[in-house]
């Protein structure tokens, strides 16, 4: 090891994720790689003579890892201004109704796109995993200075739109990572298809799944408001077959089709009963929570301790500014904190870091502060009281925008 490339970089706290914190602790990098974290003494004898950078008052910890979110939706943030429409669907519509008025692309859709990327970067999350239906996104990898996956989903559910979209797919390059909406607006063997092009290119698959609860009387029964919806927009043509159990199962339904596995990220996952949760864990489905969307939306709870005790860490996603005023994992996990108060609060901080990097298929290089991962640092103040490792993840899961994070320079 060049003594020259080391660096140690010592706090109060280093909070791992992987493993407990560590008092007076340290993380030794080199060369943007995390070599070593351990006890700042246990380095100090390891590496003699390697200057230590101090962070008094602080804990370290892991970058962020925003699991979902729409950028291209950022010039939108007015909508959540507005009053509850008192629907999923009515919000939908009003959701339309911006986009067709302000527009889809364009500077002022690139310039809010941007301005979020840079408010992320800023409060510590160095992954993204987006969503769009332009290509918004993959514009904005380059201007990025962690890691962002821009993922276009597709959307179709009548019978005549699989062929139309199977044919936009098949132009796409293998760089371009391709998903479907939901199960309620995308066709099942236009969904298979997409699975089966995640599975060969080796990406994630990340889907919208039982977000309203309306979903469950459409894929149980085709009918209710999601119907009605998609029959005015012209797109129920009566192909669409409800799930053969007639239970409106959302993780039941995506089983049956084939698209349950380790890769795919299902988004929301508010209304699923007990059975589908045990599904979920037994086929390793990842799962990502949104907290701060469901409260605007009005969607409901996730069913956060059973996820977890079903062996399940969750990512947290921010969704966007047209369903969330504030796009912070901080306030994400503070949100859920108050919605979950029996939940321990190093769990939720490891879904704000691992869940998310995992979610990704991003945990061998984000999530944990572990050797071989990326040296992505954050230094973040800490107050007096937190004086043990729970008072610290206490902390950094209540502390909300108050966090201020500051990156280390690796």
Same mark, same amino acid.
């Given at each position: ?13 280093v ?80 959701l ?34 987006d ?44 760089? =371009? ?128 301790a ?21 796009l912070?994992?901080?306030?994400e ?41 990326? =040296? ?7 107050p ?10 206490a902390?950094l899961?209540?502390?909300?925008? =108050? ?8």
């Amino acid at each position: 090891m060049r003594a020259a490339a080391l660096s140690i970089h010592t706090a109060p706290w280093v909070v791992p994720v992987s493993r407990p914190p560590i008092a007076d602790g340290g993380v030794a990098v080199s060369d943007g790689r995390i070599v070593a974290v351990d006890e700042a003494s246990a380095l100090t004898e390891r590496f003699p003579g390697i200057a230590k950078t101090a962070h008094p008052g602080s804990a370290l910890t892991p970058a962020l890892v925003n699991a979902h979110t729409h950028l291209e939706l950022s010039h939108l943030a007015g909508l959540t201004d507005e009053p509850y429409p008192g629907s999923f669907t009515a919000w939908i519509s009003r959701l339309l109704e911006w986009r067709d008025r302000l527009g889809a692309t364009g500077e002022a859709a690139e310039t809010a796109a941007g301005r979020v990327l840079v408010e992320q970067y800023a409060g510590g999350v160095s992954a993204i995993g987006d969503i769009g239906n332009t290509r918004l996104g993959r514009a904005l990898t380059a201007r990025f200075p962690g890691t962002l996956l821009p993922f276009r989903e597709y959307l179709g559910l009548a019978a005549w739109t699989v062929e139309k979209n199977l044919e936009r797919l098949a132009l796409e390059g293998d760089e =371009a990572l391709c998903t479907g909406h939901a199960p309620y607006s995308t066709h099942p063997r236009l969904l298979q298809q997409l699975k089966a092009r995640a599975g060969r290119l080796g990406h994630p698959f990340p889907i919208h799944l039982a977000e309203p609860a309306a979903e469950q009387e459409m894929l149980g029964r085709g009918t209710g408001e999601l119907v009605e919806f998609v029959r005015a927009r012209g797109f129920w043509d009566g192909s669409f077959q409800p799930s053969a159990s007639g239970d409106g199962g959302s993780v039941r339904y995506l089983d049956a089709l084939g698209l349950l596995d380790e890769r795919t990220l299902c988004v929301h996952v508010i209304h699923v009963d007990a059975d589908e949760i045990r599904l979920l864990a037994d086929r390793g489905v990842k799962v990502c929570l949104c907290p701060g969307s469901n409260r605007l939306l009005r969607t409901g709870r996730a069913p956060v301790a059973a996820l977890v005790a079903a062996g399940i860490l969750p990512a947290l996603g921010t969704d966007s500014l047209a369903s969330n005023p504030h796009l912070s994992l901080w306030r994400e996990m503070q949100l859920l904190s108050e919605d979950h108060p029996g939940i321990d609060p190093a769990t939720i901080f490891a879904m704000a870091t691992r869940g998310g990097a995992e979610a990704l298929g991003l945990g061998d290089r984000y999530g944990v502060l572990e050797p071989g991962r990326q =040296a992505d640092l954050l230094a973040v103040p800490l107050p007096p009281t937190a004086a043990t490792a729970a008072a610290v993840h206490a902390h950094l899961v209540t502390a909300g925008d =108050a966090a201020a994070p500051v990156r280390i320079p690796s």
